[in-house]
């Protein structure tokens, strides 16, 4: 990274201003009578998701010239050239397109740096809550900017705690999430759901506001990876269904498997899912 191996205060003040440009250029397009194309996936994509990726890749690419920069905007290049990447910006300029489309706020923008495979450093603005999460692993930093306000991040245990809160998708998981989630409340003497879009259900677990994410259907690591960073600062973490920490490009699809989040990475959730899944 320009020769350096961790991310000092002047590029977190740039990613900081990255950000808030891409916030401040989501909104004006939010508070106008936008169009919304489909994509070859069928997922929406509208003119606020192009302008954040604008915003951001050039950015990023002034400030960190030798790192590559991967964005849901961009072509992804073939994997071979993409498994020789020792660390690469991994961008999802506007997750929660659908969210914003329905206006109803829950939508996010998302810069996460990737080094051998590991989320190491995200940062999630909230364009609608002038919020912004950091998670540095460097650092041992986890924080949420609200204006001029800063607090830290850290997820609840689960230690002695009868109760689970879990956070879902608002448009995905189906009969088969609801299953799962009746299977939790055989191990638990109260479970309640909330249903969240976008980034947002990670970032509500570093905050302290939930233990527990399962996401069944499909994702891509760009949509995960930058709150992922945030949820590790923060005591937490995104565990694969067989119980392993999630990785980063290491196959030619970009599309997650199954998994699970946390905000105890400590609780022995491994075996509970195991058992329920």
């Keep these: 990274m320009n020769g350096r191996s961790a991310l000092n205060n002047q590029d977190l003040a740039e990613l900081n201003k990255i950000i808030l440009d891409a916030c401040r250029a989501i909104m004006e397009i939010y508070e106008t009578e936008f169009s919304v194309e489909l994509k070859e996936d069928e997922s929406p994509l509208t003119k606020a998701d192009l302008a954040s990726h604008e915003i951001i890749v050039e950015g990023l690419k002034r400030l960190f010239p030798d790192i590559p920069v991967l964005s849901e905007e961009s072509t992804v290049p ?71 306000s800063t607090e830290e991040l850290l997820g609840r245990t689960m230690a002695g705690r009868p109760e689970l809160t879990v956070v879902a998708s608002r448009n995905h998981g189906g009969q088969k999430l609801e299953d799962f989630l009746d299977k939790l409340k055989d191990h638990f003497q109260r479970v309640e759901k909330k249903s969240v879009g976008s980034s947002l259900k990670l970032c509500i677990l570093a905050s302290g506001r939930a233990d527990f994410y399962p996401r069944i259907g499909p994702t891509n690591e760009w949509d995960i990876a930058a709150a992922h960073a945030i949820l590790r600062a923060a005591g937490g973490e995104v565990f694969e269904m067989s119980g392993l920490p999630k990785k980063y490009n290491t196959k030619e699809s970009l599309l997650n498997d199954d998994f699970f989040a946390v905000a105890d990475r400590s609780y022995q959730w491994g075996a509970l899912v195991k058992e329920i899944s």
Excluded at 121 to 145: H, K, N, S
Aim: no cysteine; net charge negative; proline share 3%.
């Design 78 to 148: 073939e994997y071979d050239e993409r498994r020789a990447w020792s660390e690469y910006w991994l961008v999802d300029p506007l997750d929660g397109t659908k969210e914003f489309v329905n206006r109803n706020g829950e939508f996010t923008v998302n810069i996460a740096l990737i080094r051998q495979n590991e989320a190491v450093f995200g940062i999630v603005g909230v364009p609608v809550a002038d919020e912004i999460y950091i998670g540095d692993l460097d650092e041992g930093l986890a924080i949420l900017q609200v204006g001029d």
